[in-house]
């Protein structure tokens, strides 16, 4: 049997270090300032939005949460993200993705100023991770989170054969990038990969994040892989699942994380981490 990976203990551990760097600003008078900007409704953002804001009250950041309807122009959104660019109180902005159709994604990210880029998501923070050039560079937090868990548990990434099964900009790429920078050698699947179940049966590490529930079967899995379900779905019973088969997987993997739990606290977590980092940061530029 697997040993589960415990991203809500992993991720009460790392927030026990930011609450001191939190203090650590709070007694030079910088409250660290983060605005969440959701259009519409989707689901998945509603329980990443509830469960932050639940961490961020804890721990004394300064978070916002902006409503709009989904109605709103791509112009006007726009225009609300550069209020916020130009406030100093605000020192993280993050946009909840996806957004309604109408409204062209890299448009929007582009928009937010890099120095207060929450989720590493701004083209210009996007090119430093791939170059590998990541100082004092916000990094999309989901992946970020993944890599500590793997730190944690001493997972060894060089050399390895690690598949990514996702592409988006959220999860898959940046986490491929991360991979591939750790020495990891990278192949990224989605949904055009042909014999998907024969690839991800090679991989040492296989980091899904497809948005299927229960999608990776024991017979996609090798023996002793080390397995990430990023998946965020609901069974046909309305229970919240991952991309990832349990009950099945934890048989054959060495370590697998679960869903609720597992990738998800310690997005928050990083969340987190990175706009006290930003604050940091923004602070020692301004002197
Ligand atoms: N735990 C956490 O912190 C987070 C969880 N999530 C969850 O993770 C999941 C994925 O999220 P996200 O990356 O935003 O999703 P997207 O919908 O943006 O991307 C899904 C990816 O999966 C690929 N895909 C879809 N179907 C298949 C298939 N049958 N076989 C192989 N690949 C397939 C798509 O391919 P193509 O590109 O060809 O369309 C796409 O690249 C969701 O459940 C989401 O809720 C997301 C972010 C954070
Ligand atoms: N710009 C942007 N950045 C994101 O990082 C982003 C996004 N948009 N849009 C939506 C997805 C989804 N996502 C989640 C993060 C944590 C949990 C989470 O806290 N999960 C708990 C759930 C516990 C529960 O409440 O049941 C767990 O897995 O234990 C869920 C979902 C971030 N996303």
Redesign the pocket.
């Known amino acids: 049997m697997a040993t589960i990976m415990d991203g809500k203990a992993l991720a009460a551990e790392i927030d026990k270090t930011t609450t001191v760097r939190i203090q650590r600003l709070a007694d030079q008078g910088i409250v660290p300032g983060l605005v969440v900007i959701l259009v519409g409704d989707d689901p ?1 953002s509603k329980i ?1 939005v509830r469960n932050k804001e639940r961490r961020a009250k804890k721990m004394k950041i300064n978070s916002i949460v902006r409503n709009l309807p989904d109605t709103i122009s791509e112009a006007d959104l726009i225009k609300i993200i550069q209020t916020y660019n130009e406030n100093p109180t605000i020192h993280a902005i993050l946009v909840q ?2 957004l309604p159709a109408h409204i062209n994604e890299f448009n929007v990210t582009n928009a937010i100023a890099p120095e207060k880029d929450a989720d590493g998501f701004h083209p210009t923070n996007i090119g430093k991770l791939v170059i590998n050039h990541t100082e004092k560079t916000p990094i999309a937090c ?1 992946p970020q ?1 993944i890599m500590s868990i793997f730190n944690a548990y001493h997972i060894d990434l060089d050399g390895k054969k690690a598949v990514v ?4 900009t ?3 790429k940046p986490m491929a990038a991360l991979l591939v920078n750790a020495n990891a050698t990278v192949t990224v ?5 042909h014999n ?1 179940s024969q690839l991800t049966r090679e991989a040492d590490i296989l980091v899904v ?4 529930a229960k ?1 990776i079967k024991e017979a996609d899995v090798k023996s002793d892989a080390v397995v990430i379900d ?4 609901r069974d046909v019973n309305g229970k919240l699942v991952g ?1 990832v088969d349990f009950a099945e997987v934890e048989r054959k993997a060495s370590y697998i994380t679960p869903v609720p739990k597992g ?2 606290p ?2 928050i977590t990083t969340l987190i981490s990175q706009t006290v980092a930003l604050a940091e940061w923004s602070s020692e530029k301004n002197g």
């Open positions: 998945a990443y993705l996806p989901t989170g099964v996702g592409r988006s959220i999860v898959g699947a989605h949904s055009h990969t998907l994040a497809v948005g299927i999608y990023v998946g965020m779905d991309d990738v998800g310690m997005t």
